[in-house]
Every structure is written in C-alpha cells, then in structure tokens.
T-cell receptor
Framework: SQQGEEDPQALSIQEGENATMNCSYK?????LQWYRQNSGRGLVHLIL?????REKHSGRLRVTLDTSKKSSSLLITASRAADTASYFC???????????FGAGTRLTVKP | DAGVIQSPRHEVTEMGQEVTLRCKPI?????LFWYRQTMMRGLELLIY????????DSGMPEDRFSAKMPNASFSTLKIQPSEPRDSAVYFC????????????FGNGTRLTVT
C-alpha cells in the first residue's frame, strides 16, 4: 500500500520558474526521501530528510518536512527543460525498514 | 561502479509461462528491494532482503510470486504461472545499509504477459 501522496499529480511550468511539489503521509516516519524518474528509467535518489530535520538543500533543490502536519515539500528553483520527469516521495516508517512510495508528480518544464 | 543491473530489459511471454527476473545489486550493499510499477497502482514494494535474508514479503501478491537471494550479488524474482495482470515494470533496488540510506535502482524489467 502507498504511504505518501503527492500533490499535484501533474505540474506544467515554463523554464526558469520554480516548481513546488507536496507530499503527505499518514504514520510516523524515520525519514522521507525524494526520487526522480525519467521515462523508461529507474528512480534516482535526490535528497533524504530525517524526521528530526526541518529543511535541507541540495543545489537547486530545497526540501522541507513538517512532522506535525505529516507533510513535505520539494522545491526546484530556476527549473530547466531537463528537470522534466516524475518526482516521488518515499517514506520509511519508524521502527520499520521498508520504503513506501507515493503516486508521484509528473513535472513538465517547457523550454 | 556499474550500478544495479537487471535482466532482461524486456520480457514478453504467454500466460501460464514461468518468468524469471534477475538482479545484481551494487557490490557491498546489504539491502535489496523488489518493486513493481504500474499506472494503476504506482510503485509497490514486493519484498526486501537484508544480508540475503528475506525480511518482509507481505507485498508479494500471491503464491505465484517467489524471490530468492542465494548470495550477496544476485537475486531473482520468479512468477509461475504468469498472468496478464502481472504485466508491469519490475524494479530492483539496493541500499548500502538499510532505508536510512538512499536506494539505488536498476532500470527495470518491462514484463508483458499476453
């Protein structure tokens, strides 16, 4: 069963704009991770944020985590056409080792 | 580092046939995961191994599915007999330690059962 739910399901923006994707989950987590998937390929890890962290940055990526609201957001700044992909959040439950993925957000960046 | 290697890349088979998917994890990784991806159900965790031992197979759909990890460098996912509803992309992923570290995915096996 899926744990995380991404919002929106699809997002279309112009190159140079920022893209924000949200993820909500239901139970206590150990950490939350964001992945990217290009068409026909496997998922690629982007960033991991632990339950005791509130914000992390990696290049043009910024991730926030609000454990009280059970939600996370992924911000991609100054988007590029090459950022076009599906983005998934994945949660690792507290006291568990399996990782559950949401349904993903399909991001299209128009040149 | 060659990454996680899955074979075959594509598999087309007839209903009732046995299908075996293969995975070679990244050397030194202790955890291995099998996922299935479909449009309708998204990414589903089927089973994961830690140090070659199956830890949680609650995601395996039914007894037709089985997975093995005979050693640290090889795992198989077998479907016998296959059915059209098994058509999906099957991903293998490995992790250095556990899910407190990132998963490294293979490029998947696209299975079509006719």
């Amino acid at each position: 069963s899926q744990q995380g739910e991404e919002d929106p399901q699809a997002l279309s923006i112009q190159e140079g704009e920022n893209a924000t994707m949200n993820c909500s989950y239901k139970t206590s987590i150990n950490n939350l991770q964001w992945y990217r998937q290009n068409s026909g390929r496997g998922l690629v890890h982007l960033i991991l944020i632990r339950s005791n962290e509130r914000e992390k940055h990696s290049g043009r990526l910024r991730v926030t985590l609000d454990t009280s609201k059970k939600s996370s957001s992924l911000l991609i700044t100054a988007s590029r056409a090459a950022d076009t992909a599906s983005y998934f959040c994945a949660t690792v439950l507290y006291n568990n080792n399996d990782m559950r993925f949401g349904a993903g957000t399909r991001l299209t960046v128009k040149p | 580092d060659a990454g996680v290697i899955q074979s075959p890349r594509h598999e087309v088979t007839e209903m009732g046939q046995e299908v075996t998917l293969r995975c070679k994890p990244i050397s030194g990784h202790n955890s291995l995961f099998w996922y299935r991806q479909t449009m309708m159900r998204g990414l589903e965790l089927l089973i994961y191994f830690n140090n070659n031992v199956p830890i949680d197979d609650s995601g395996m759909p039914e007894d037709r599915f089985s997975a093995k990890m005979p050693n640290a460098s090889f795992s198989t996912l077998k479907i016998q007999p296959s059915e059209p509803r098994d058509s999906a992309v099957y991903f293998c992923a490995s992790s250095p330690r556990d899910t407190n570290s990132p998963l490294h995915f293979g490029n998947g096996t696209r299975l079509t059962v006719t």
